[in-house]
C-alpha cells in the first residue's frame, strides 16, 4: 500500500484537513476504527476536543472508534506482542546515566581527566541518546572524522551493550513495532492510520512508518511552514514514505497581526496579559490562547505571577521544578552538609523550609536557631557546634545565676532558661543529624543510599499525618521525589557501588524536571514554551521573548561530538542548524496556530542586568511581510502603523492603557 498525503498549514486547516481525513477513513461505516498519531498527547486532546465541538456539525461521522496516539506510544502497542516474554525494562536518564558512570570509571581513556565531573556524565548521556539511532556503518563513518569522536563512539558502544542485556529503549521498541506480523489481528483494531502534522521524526520511527505503510492504509496530514529549512524534517518524512512536497507550499490566510515593543522582560509579561484580557473583553474564551515564550523559569515565573494578579485562569507546566518543591530542597539540603562540613549556612539552608521536625516531632524554631547560631559564632564544623553552643548555655546559665542572687523578676529569670534550653536542643538536634548524615559504615550502594535517603526524609519530615496540611502541590512532589529514590534503587545490577559523589549526582538530575503541569489543559489560558502549540488550533496567540540572542538564542558546538563529526552520520545526527531550524520551525507553528489574531512582544533590554536588545530576526520577516519591507531595529521603532506600538517604560505604557490587567495597573493608570 501506498501513503496518501495531504499539505497544509498549521492551525484551523490542519484540524479541518484531519476531520476529513477522519472522515474519508470511516466513509460510510462511522463504527470504522481510525488511529490518529500525534505528536504530543496535548496535540491528541486538543485535536479531539476541537473535532467534537467545531467539525461534527460540519457532516463529519464523530469520533467513535477514533484513537490518539503519539508514535511512541503506536510503538508501545505494536511492540507488545513480540516485547511479550521480554523481561528487560523501560530504560531511563538515570539509567543511562549510572552505565555511563561506570564505563567511564572503567574504560576512558583520551576522556579520562575529565570522566569524574558531572557535566562529562550529561554530555555523554545525551549523546548516547543520539547515537542510538545510527546503525553500525554510520557509527564507524562518525568515528573516523577525529580521535574524540572515535573515543565517544567507543564509549557509547561498551554502554549499549552493557544496557542490551536489562532494558529497552525507544529504538528497540520502534524497531520491534516495525517487525510486527502483517496478519496480526491488532492491525485490524487499528484500522486506518492518520499521521497527523509529525514533527521532527528520528530514523527508527520513520523505518516503523514506512513498515506500517507497506501494510496498513496511511495517511499523512503535513503541515508547512513554508520556511524551507524549518520544513526539511517533513519534507524527509514526506520523501520516506513515498510522496513528495509541493512546489510552492500551501499558503495560510494570515491572521491579523500586532506588534509591542516595549522596555523589558516584566513589563512584556505585563503587556501580554493586557492582550489576554483585551482579547476575553472581546468575547474571546481564555481557552482559545496562549502566550509563547523562549522557555526557561525566568519567563514562565513572570507570566504566571502577573496572570495571577489579574485573576487570569491558566495552565501549562507548573514553572516549578522538582528541586525547589519542600522536599526536593530538604533532600539537596541534606546532602549538602557533609561537603560543606555542617556550616552554619548549610545547616540554617536545610531547616529554612520550616517543615523540617524536631526530635519532638514539632517544627524546629528557625528564626530562633538561626539567631542563637550566628551570636554564638558558629561558622562550620562538629567541633564549633559543640564547643561554641555549651559556651553560649555556660553563660546564660552564668547570668541566671547572677539575676538570681540580685533578686530579679522571674520573667527575666525565665527568659535566660529559655536561651539555655534553645542552646541545648539546637546542639542536640546538629549532634543527631551529624551522626544521621555521617553514618558509619556509610552505605554505598544504590538500595543503601536510597534507602538512608528515605529514611532521613521520614525522619525530617515525618509521616503522612504529619504533611496533612502540606498544599496538594508539596505532597505531590514528596511522592515524586520518593518515586526518584524507589527508581535508584533498582540501578545496583548496572552499577553496584556507585558511592556517595554519585548518588549525589544523580539525584540533582532527577530532581532537575518540572514539576507536573499547573492547572488542566482547556480550563484557561495556555502558557509554555515555543513548541507547545505546535499543532494546536487557537483564537489568539502572544509570543513573548523575541530579541534576537533570546530567540533565537546563542548556540555552541557539541564539546563531545561536534558537528564536522556529526556531518559524517548522513542526517541521522542534529547540527547547530538542525537545532536552529527545528526552533525556527516552533516559532512559525506558533504564529500559525492563531486563527484571529497573532501579538509579538519584544523586550529593548533587561533594566537589571543593563543589556539592550534589538529585535529577533524572525520578528523583522513578519513586520517585512506585512509592510512589504524589512525595516532596521531604528526604523522599527519609527513605525506609525495601527499595528505597532512602542512604550519607553512601564509608566509610559500606563499612560496610553486601555485595558488594565488587574486592579493595580488601574489604580496606577
Do not use: C
Not at 541566671?400 to 536542643?425: C, T
Not at 515555543?530 to 540572542?549: M, Q, S, W
Not at 563531545?560 to 538542525?578: E, I, N
Amino acid at each position: 500500500m501506498a501513503a496518501t498525503f495531504t499539505f497544509t498549514s498549521y492551525g484551523t486547516e490542519a484540524t479541518a484537513a484531519l476531520a476529513n481525513a477522519i472522515a474519508t477513513a470511516k466513509g460510510d461505516n462511522p463504527l470504522a476504527p481510525v488511529t490518529v498519531i500525534v505528536p504530543s498527547n496535548l496535540v491528541g486532546v486538543a485535536a479531539r476536543r476541537s473535532l467534537a465541538t467545531t467539525h461534527s456539525a460540519g457532516g463529519t461521522p464523530g469520533l467513535a472508534a477514533v484513537r490518539f496516539e503519539t508514535l511512541l506510544g503506536l510503538a508501545r502497542l505494536l511492540a507488545g506482542t513480540a516485547l511479550a516474554d521480554d523481561r528487560r525494562r523501560r530504560i531511563s536518564d538515570p539509567v543511562v546515566g549510572s552505565a555511563v558512570r561506570t564505563t567511564l570509571a572503567r574504560s576512558a581513556d583520551l576522556l579520562r581527566p575529565v570522566a569524574h565531573h558531572p557535566a562529562t556524565e550529561r554530555a555523554l548521556v545525551r549523546v548516547h541518546r543520539e547515537l542510538r539511532e545510527l546503525d553500525h556503518t554510520q557509527l564507524d563513518n562518525v568515528a573516523t572524522t577525529s580521535r574524540q569522536a572515535s573515543e565517544v563512539i567507543r564509549l557509547h558502544r561498551l554502554i549499549r551493550d552493557r544496557l542490551a542485556e536489562r532494558f529497552i529503549d525507544e529504538v528497540d521498541l520502534h524497531r520491534a513495532a516495525a517487525a510486527i506480523d502483517p496478519t496480526d489481528p491488532l492491525l485490524d483494531e487499528l484500522g486506518t492510520l492518520i499521521l497527523h502534522v509529525p514533527g521532527r521524526t528520528p530514523d527508527s520511527g520513520l523505518a516503523l512508518l514506512a513498515a506500517l505503510a507497506e501494510i496498513r492504509p496511511v495517511a499523512v496530514i503535513a503541515a508547512l511552514t513554508g520556511n524551507e529549512a524549518a520544513d526539511e524534517p517533513a519534507r524527509n518524512l514526506v520523501e520516506r514514505l513515498g510522496g513528495a512536497v509541493p512546489s510552492p507550499v500551501p499558503t495560510q490566510m494570515k491572521s491579523e497581526l500586532a506588534v509591542r515593543s516595549v522596555a523589558d522582560p516584566d513589563e512584556e509579561a505585563r503587556v501580554a496579559v493586557r492582550e489576554i484580557v483585551a482579547a476575553a473583553s472581546n468575547g474571546i474564551p481564555f481557552a482559545r490562547m496562549a502566550i509563547v515564550h523562549p522557555g526557561g523559569e525566568r519567563y514562565a515565573r513572570l507570566l504566571h505571577q502577573h496572570l495571577r494578579s489579574a485573576d487570569v485562569p491558566f495552565n501549562g507546566v507548573a514553572g516549578r521544578r522538582l528541586d525547589e518543591s519542600l522536599t526536593g530542597r530538604i533532600l539537596l539540603g541534606l546532602l549538602d552538609l557533609d561537603d560543606n562540613d555542617f556550616s552554619r549556612t548549610a545547616v540554617m539552608a536545610f531547616i529554612s523550609s520550616g517543615a523540617v521536625l524536631g526530635a519532638d516531632g514539632a517544627a524546629v524554631p528557625t528564626t530562633a536557631w538561626e539567631r542563637l547560631a550566628r551570636s554564638a559564632g558558629v561558622v562550620a564544623g562538629a567541633d564549633q557546634w559543640r564547643s561554641r553552643l555549651r559556651q553560649v548555655a555556660a553563660d546564660q546559665r552564668q547570668r541566671r545565676d547572677d539575676l538570681a542572687s540580685q533578686g530579679a523578676e522571674p520573667g527575666r529569670i525565665a527568659a535566660v532558661d529559655n536561651k539555655i534550653s534553645q542552646a541545648m536542643d539546637l546542639l542536640d538536634f546538629v549532634e543527631e543529624l551529624i551522626t544521621n548524615v555521617g553514618t558509619d559504615p556509610a552505605p554505598t550502594d544504590w538500595p543503601g543510599l536510597t534507602g538512608w535517603a528515605a529514611g532521613m526524609l521520614d525522619r525530617y519530615l515525618g509521616s503522612a499525618a504529619d504533611r496533612a496540611e502540606w498544599p496538594d502541590h508539596e505532597v505531590e512532589a514528596h511522592t515524586r521525589v520518593k518515586d526518584l529514590l524507589t527508581g535508584l534503587a533498582r540501578l545496583a545490577s548496572i552499577e553496584p557501588r556507585p558511592g556517595a559523589a554519585a548518588f549525589r549526582r544523580a539525584v540533582i538530575d532527577g530532581l532537575d524536571h518540572d514539576l507536573d503541569r499547573e492547572g488542566r489543559f482547556g480550563d484557561g489560558v495556555l502558557v509554555g514554551g515555543f513548541g507547545v502549540v505546535t499543532g494546536l488550533d487557537l483564537d489568539t496567540i502572544v509570543v513573548v521573548g523575541l530579541a534576537e540572542g533570546t530567540t533565537p538564542s546563542r548556540s555552541s558546538d557539541d564539546p563531545l561530538l561536534p558537528d564536522s563529526s556529526r556531518h559524517a552520520a548522513d542526517g541521522a545526527l542534529m547540527t547547530r542548524p538542525d537545532r536552529m531550524a527545528d526552533l525556527h520551525h516552533r516559532v512559525l507553528a506558533a504564529l500559525a496556530a492563531a486563527q484571529h489574531r497573532r501579538v509579538l512582544v519584544f523586550p529593548r533590554g533587561d533594566l537589571g542586568r543593563k543589556n539592550e536588545w534589538v529585535p529577533s530576526r524572525w520578528l523583522l520577516d513578519q513586520v517585512e511581510e506585512e509592510l512589504g519591507l524589512r525595516p532596521s531595529p531604528t526604523e522599527l521603532e519609527d513605525l506609525r502603523e495601527p499595528w505597532f506600538s512602542t512604550s519607553p517604560s512601564f509608566v509610559g505604557s500606563l499612560e496610553r492603557l486601555t485595558s488594565p490587567a488587574d486592579e493595580q495597573e488601574y489604580a496606577l493608570a
